[in-house]
């Protein structure tokens, strides 16, 4: 549900603006009216916020420091920096290093074959002879390199070398292996040294080594890699780790100061005072005003706005049952209420995850989902993402197992072929075809009426006359067709016909006359979407179909083969039926509350309440720190305490 909100202004002494904004980080209850431009981050401020969080990026751990002052901040910052950045050169290049080895090694390794001869002697054998080899290493992605440095060598050498490639994939290194007279050296170094060849791939370590002295330089290279990097790493801890927790105080307070030189922009200033309009919850007035003048004594002043505030960029404050909270997160995913709307939340709660089990429908499916949401709840923090969707998939399995045993399903038919009895109708019958689109149908239209209530209630309450009419016009037509339904199926006696053929009418002129000189036209469209909302409910029906058919096939392919494998491809399917029941389901209901029913009163285009120390970490009077909650938390079931030390 929405929290109320209301306006407080605060007056006081321009000095003690800074000392105000503190006190109000430290409540996390007031959120500064904009009324200008929000302005930037002070240069300097901002200057070392980036500075201090390049360092922080390398700490794996959290620690304890004190905070330190500006200055000291930038005598450790210039002792740090250099060491980090030589470090972070080094193991750049390492990082580098372990990539193209592994592939100038496998280059060069193509040429063995090629040449074993050659590719068998070392340095000196080779000189013996007088003669030297190169391995090259081409970056030659449109094979132009190695036809250019071939003719260059025949123009400078003439037939006195060899060149052999390996053949490698487009795009791929190419390995070359150069055999020439020793005494031909120095010009080949030229000509590999001059712009008229680019992007050689031998490291220069490797330069001018032979085949099998450059492979096999490159392999010990390679296997003393992990250890020079982990070297690397640990004089990187050990350069920053003493200062961490120092560093990570620090820029707690550094971003509060930001957060306060920005809030302080959209104070009213003159030479002595300054003015602040907040939003505050309206029943945290008495602590806020408790709190300024504790802090600042008779240097402020609090009123309550009650005349001339503006509302066009009113915050919404959220606050839902905590097991509600994943719930509304999914409705923030598509909008936040504005001011005025409904929070859907609660209804999202308890509609989303029935929708869910009227799809997948399976007591060993539910049963999997509950484990697997049992485990995520156990092995990660309830507050974090996956934790939100454990509590969103404990909901959905336990009614995935409801239905389950409404339609007798057990990993699809293998429940029924074995005796497990529907408590209502298994949806792999031949004549459940019928109840089941009945049954997704009727979900439909008790969806959708309710979204029409809803729109209808909220339209009288901001007295907007137009979509009053046109919901309540939808509203008679849907009503007349549901009689003309139950008459023609026979489920209703025949007096039904006459008032659910006037509400058709009535219906069908109040929503024309509601759309204004074109209500001829678009009323007609209003209503055949309304009738396209409720007939797209049937998705429940056919992706529950869907699930079981791919159960059946499931368990018929595992019948047919020998025991062992029979079980392995009939778990393989299972595993693919669960896993596309994880996703695919909870699309089709999130889609049907977003589109169909979001859209008979829903609005949105809301914000969240976001007050002052929200996602950030405060200091207190006594300097330790303070931990403010996220935006998400304050809009969260409980009240937010003043202050929580670390």
């Given at each position: 549900?929405?929290?109320?909100?209301?306006?407080?202004?605060?007056?006081?002494?321009?000095?003690?603006?800074?000392?105000?904004?503190?006190?109000?980080?430290?409540?996390?209850?007031?959120?500064?009216?904009?009324?200008?431009?929000?302005?930037e981050?002070?240069?300097?401020?901002?200057?070392l916020?980036?500075?201090?969080?390049?360092?922080?990026?390398?700490?794996?751990?959290?620690?304890?420091?004190?905070?330190?002052?500006?200055?000291?901040l930038?005598?450790?910052?210039?002792?740090?920096?250099?060491?980090?950045?030589?470090?972070?050169?080094?193991?750049?290049?390492?990082?580098?290093?372990?990539?193209?080895?592994?592939?100038?090694?496998?280059?060069?390794?193509?040429?063995?074959?090629?040449?074993?001869?050659?590719?068998?002697?070392n340095?000196?054998?080779?000189a013996?002879?007088?003669?030297?080899?190169?391995?090259?290493?081409?970056?030659?992605?449109?094979?132009?390199?190695?036809?250019?440095?071939?003719?260059?060598?025949?123009?400078?050498?003439?037939?006195?070398?060899?060149?052999?490639?390996?053949?490698a994939?487009?795009?791929?290194?190419?390995?070359?292996?150069?055999?020439?007279?020793?005494?031909?050296?120095?010009?080949?170094?030229?000509?590999?040294?001059?712009?008229?060849?680019?992007e050689?791939?031998?490291?220069?370590?490797?330069?001018?080594?032979?085949?099998?002295?450059?492979?096999?330089?490159?392999?010990?290279r390679?296997?003393?890699?992990?250890?020079?990097?982990?070297?690397?790493?640990?004089?990187?801890?050990?350069?920053?780790?003493?200062?961490?927790?120092?560093?990570?105080?620090?820029?707690?307070?550094?971003?509060?100061?930001?957060e306060?030189?920005?809030?302080?922009?959209q104070?009213?200033?003159?030479?002595?005072?300054?003015?602040?309009?907040?939003?505050?919850p309206?029943?945290?007035?008495?602590?806020?005003?408790?709190?300024?003048s504790?802090?600042?004594?008779?240097?402020?002043?609090?009123?309550?706005?009650?005349?001339?505030?503006?509302?066009?960029?009113?915050?919404?404050?959220?606050r839902?049952?905590?097991?509600?909270?994943?719930?509304?997160?999914?409705?923030?995913?598509?909008?936040?209420?504005?001011?005025?709307?409904?929070?859907?939340?609660?209804?999202?709660?308890?509609?989303?995850?029935?929708?869910?089990?009227?799809?997948?429908?399976?007591?060993?499916?539910?049963?999997l989902?509950?484990?697997a949401?049992?485990?995520?709840?156990?092995?990660?923090?309830?507050?974090?993402?996956?934790?939100?969707?454990?509590k969103?998939?404990?909901?959905?399995?336990?009614?995935?197992?409801?239905?389950?045993?409404?339609?007798?399903?057990?990993?699809?038919?293998l429940?029924?072929?074995?005796?497990?009895?529907a408590?209502?109708?298994?949806?792999?019958?031949?004549?459940?075809?019928?109840?089941?689109?009945?049954?997704?149908?009727?979900?439909?239209?008790?969806?959708v009426?309710?979204?029409?209530?809803?729109?209808?209630?909220?339209?009288?309450?901001?007295?907007?006359?137009?979509?009053?009419?046109?919901?309540?016009g939808?509203?008679?037509?849907?009503?007349?067709?549901?009689?003309l339904?139950?008459?023609?199926?026979?489920?209703?006696?025949?007096?039904?016909?006459?008032?659910a053929?006037?509400?058709?009418?009535?219906?069908?002129?109040?929503?024309?006359?509601?759309?204004?000189?074109l209500?001829?036209?678009?009323?007609?469209?209003?209503?055949?979407?309304?009738?396209?909302?409720?007939?797209?409910?049937?998705?429940?029906?056919?992706?529950?179909?869907?699930?079981?058919?791919l159960?059946?096939?499931?368990?018929?392919?595992?019948?047919?083969?020998?025991?062992?494998?029979?079980?392995?491809?009939?778990?393989?399917?299972?595993?693919?039926?669960?896993?596309?029941?994880?996703?695919?389901?909870?699309?089709q209901?999130?889609?049907?509350?977003?589109?169909?029913?979001?859209?008979?009163?829903?609005?949105?285009?809301?914000?969240?309440?976001?007050?002052?120390?929200?996602?950030?970490?405060?200091?207190?009077?006594?300097?330790?720190?303070?931990?403010?909650?996220s935006a998400?938390?304050?809009?969260?079931?409980?009240?937010?305490?003043?202050r929580?030390?670390?």
């Amino acid at each position: 549900m929405m929290v109320p909100l209301t306006q407080l202004e605060v007056v006081g002494l321009r000095p003690r603006l800074d000392d105000a904004l503190t006190a109000l980080q430290e409540l996390r209850l007031a959120e500064v009216v904009t009324v200008a431009d929000p302005g930037e981050t002070p240069p300097d401020l901002a200057d070392l916020i980036a500075r201090t969080d390049a360092m922080l990026k390398l700490i794996d751990q959290s620690a304890v420091g004190a905070v330190l002052s500006d200055t000291a901040l930038r005598t450790t910052l210039a002792h740090l920096e250099p060491q980090v950045a030589r470090l972070l050169t080094e193991a750049e290049e390492l990082r580098g290093e372990a990539e193209a080895l592994p592939r100038s090694i496998d280059a060069l390794d193509a040429l063995q074959p090629l040449v074993p001869e050659l590719g068998r002697l070392n340095d000196r054998q080779l000189a013996n002879l007088g003669l030297a080899s190169m391995a090259l290493v081409l970056d030659d992605p449109d094979t132009r390199i190695v036809p250019e440095l071939t003719r260059q060598l025949a123009e400078l050498l003439g037939r006195g070398h060899l060149l052999v490639t390996s053949s490698a994939a487009p795009g791929s290194p190419v390995g070359c292996l150069l055999v020439l007279r020793r005494g031909d050296l120095p010009e080949v170094n030229s000509l590999l040294g001059t712009q008229r060849i680019v992007e050689m791939g031998v490291p220069a370590a490797y330069a001018g080594k032979s085949l099998r002295a450059t492979v096999d330089a490159m392999r010990q290279r390679l296997a003393a890699l992990p250890a020079e990097r982990d070297r690397v790493q640990a004089e990187l801890a050990a350069t920053v780790n003493p200062v961490a927790g120092s560093l990570q105080a620090t820029i707690s307070a550094l971003r509060a100061r930001a957060e306060r030189a920005v809030a302080a922009t959209q104070a009213d200033l003159s030479s002595r005072t300054f003015i602040l309009r907040l939003w505050v919850p309206a029943k945290r007035t008495a602590q806020i005003e408790q709190a300024l003048s504790e802090r600042l004594g008779e240097a402020v002043a609090v009123e309550h706005v009650t005349t001339g505030a503006s509302v066009e960029d009113q915050p919404v404050l959220l606050r839902n049952r905590t097991g509600w909270q994943p719930f509304q997160q999914l409705v923030g995913l598509l909008s936040w209420p504005a001011r005025g709307d409904l929070d859907p939340t609660g209804l999202t709660a308890l509609v989303l995850p029935i929708f869910f089990g009227v799809m997948v429908g399976d007591v060993v499916y539910g049963a999997l989902l509950l484990t697997a949401a049992w485990w995520l709840r156990s092995h990660r923090p309830t507050k974090s993402t996956l934790g939100e969707v454990a509590k969103v998939m404990m909901l959905g399995g336990a009614w995935t197992v409801l239905f389950g045993l409404l339609y007798g399903e057990a990993l699809g038919s293998l429940g029924h072929s074995i005796g497990m009895p529907a408590l209502w109708f298994y949806r792999g019958g031949p004549t459940a075809l019928q109840p089941l689109l009945l049954f997704a149908l009727a979900i439909g239209l008790a969806h959708v009426v309710l979204g029409l209530l809803l729109g209808i209630w909220t339209a009288a309450r901001g007295h907007q006359r137009r979509p009053l009419a046109s919901k309540l016009g939808t509203l008679l037509v849907l009503a007349g067709l549901f009689g003309l339904a139950g008459v023609a199926a026979a489920g209703f006696p025949a007096q039904v016909l006459t008032p659910a053929v006037a509400a058709l009418v009535v219906g069908v002129v109040v929503a024309c006359v509601s759309q204004g000189a074109l209500g001829l036209l678009l009323g007609p469209l209003d209503l055949l979407g309304a009738f396209g909302n409720v007939l797209s409910y049937l998705r429940l029906a056919a992706v529950g179909l869907a699930s079981t058919y791919l159960a059946e096939v499931a368990n018929q392919l595992g019948a047919r083969g020998p025991l062992l494998l029979g079980i392995l491809v009939a778990t393989l399917f299972h595993a693919l039926n669960l896993a596309l029941a994880a996703f695919s389901p909870t699309i089709q209901a999130l889609r049907l509350h977003y589109v169909e029913f979001f859209g008979q009163f829903y609005e949105g285009g809301g914000r969240l309440f976001a007050p002052l120390g929200a996602g950030s970490v405060a200091q207190g009077p006594e300097s330790e720190c303070v931990t403010a909650p996220s935006a998400a938390a304050i809009n969260s079931p409980e009240p937010v305490p003043a202050r929580s030390s670390v």
